[in-house]
């Protein structure tokens, strides 16, 4: 491999990187009434989701899980979806 071509393909990773830490910074401006959508554009999907129905409820519950991430160290940010809409978020330390 050429020098150009390594520093191109490190230059590459640094930016990837740093766009995902820019990602998971964003973890903490999660707020209640942000929709399903907004909170996928700026933090990507969760690392855990489950789903809740209530037993057969027209009303369906979503609660996504983040895992602490560099960026976000010690912080597991867990997201509460009803009807496409945030009803809650809560972050945790974890250690």
Known sequence: MNSTLKLSVLCLAFVAQAALAADVGERRFLQDGMSEGQVLMKIDKPDSESEDSGGGAKVREKTWIYFAAPGDAQTMTTVVIREG???????????
């Open 85 to 95: 809409k945030v009803i809650r978020v809560t972050r945790t330390v974890i250690r």
